[in-house]
């Protein structure tokens, strides 16, 4: 089976006299360590829709938001027994918060931390989830065949991107839901490769866990289901039956991930996958007209809330919240308004180089044809069900980029696939990387100022 051309022709190599592997870990590590500075000093609201309060509560009068259904279930150790409809977030399935309480439960309880101590803390604990989706992320791209200095450079690209700073610093469950689907994708990869029934089962459990931290696991079945059909077509002979696997593997998903909304369902008369609407005011433009390419106009409002100004169009806000998200940095100063700015445009340039550099991958047989359908099928699986959210839920709060981040994984192979580094690569394949280089260090170095020093 071929697992694309860079397994075979990129090889480890030294920088500095020091082997790759070693400054792979220190960007982490560096990475890392930003991420919960940034955390610190921006404390636990900036960044979170709907953060809610922390104030004296009674069954009869709970508190709305993130942190006031983290509170419910903290104070009253159940579910909520009014409709979940009638206060924010408590619609939303309840891993995130139950883990949340219990958190609460060691450092508020037993250890008598102060509460917005232990809520920043909680909040800090995301950085961790985000880390453990970007190493699934690297582990993703080891099993492209991303080897050497293209996977340092996607390595770059990983941890330095401006979303991942916005979904540690967020109090609400994206963290969690990017781990998930990260865990989930590099799951289904080892189980392809490997055919075992714990890594299966293991995939189930990542799965149903993360259905029951949101919903929008969901758009990642389609890229696993293309997997799991294969596997089924090619006649591997496997020390379990895949028709066993794929009936236990079912099972344990459908009891961990539905549960929550069938019992919404029977005991509140929700619709099965109900969502809160989103966060901001209703927008009146046609769904054709903010799916138009953005104007520099458009682009040119960094904050769109507060500030007198509503982004429509889906791209230019999907653009805007990859960078600086609601109130996550301070725009006031000219100095950081520029700053931000020329993080966008690189940004924006780094999107459209790694699309450019994934449909080449795919066109160019690099990669088995499996491969190439589950980076395809993921890919629009993902964007799909985004704009169809913007479709059915047209407010400003659901074109924000955090909602799709684990999209940046399939442009980023093609990244890494493109070309292999050394003279055997042809002038356009060159061309690309020495575009793209260049502007992922400028990246890092942007995103680390500011998010780690600047703010």
Known sequence: MNMGIGMANTRSRRFLGVPDEFW??????????????????????????NPGVWTEITEASPNSGHIGLIQYYFTFHKLAGFDPRTLACYSNPPFYYMTGALFLEFTHR???WDIGIALHALQCVNVIYVLIGESMGIGILQKMGVRGRKMMVCILFLIFFPTYYLIGASLDPTAM????TMLSLNTALSWFNSRRNSTLRALAIQLGLGLMTSFRLLMIIPPILILLFRAAADGRRNATPLHRQFRNAAIITSVLGLWWPIYRLIRFRVPLFYMDKPYGEMLQERFSARLRPPTLAQLSHLHTVNGGYRESNIWAQTFKTAVVDFHSLDVSTAATRAVITILLVITILICIISHIMLVYTLLSNRLDRVYCRFIAVGYLSMLGFYLLGCWRY?????????TIAPILIFPLIGTG????G???DNVFEKMLEKFIGPLL?????????LFGYYY
Request: proline share 3%; charged share 5%.
């Open 441 to 449: 260090f400028m990246m890092s170095v942007l995103s680390a100022f």
């Open 177 to 180: 839901t990017f781990m998930f």
């Open 422 to 424: 050394d003279s055997q």
């Open 110 to 112: 037993m250890m008598n």
């Open 24 to 49: 792979i870990a220190f960007v982490i590590i560096v990475g890392f360590f930003l991420k919960l500075v940034y955390n610190i000093e921006g404390g636990y609201i900036p960044g979170t829709v």
């Open 394 to 402: 047209p407010y400003t709060g659901m074109m924000n980029f955090k």
């Open 417 to 420: 696939l493109c070309g292999t």
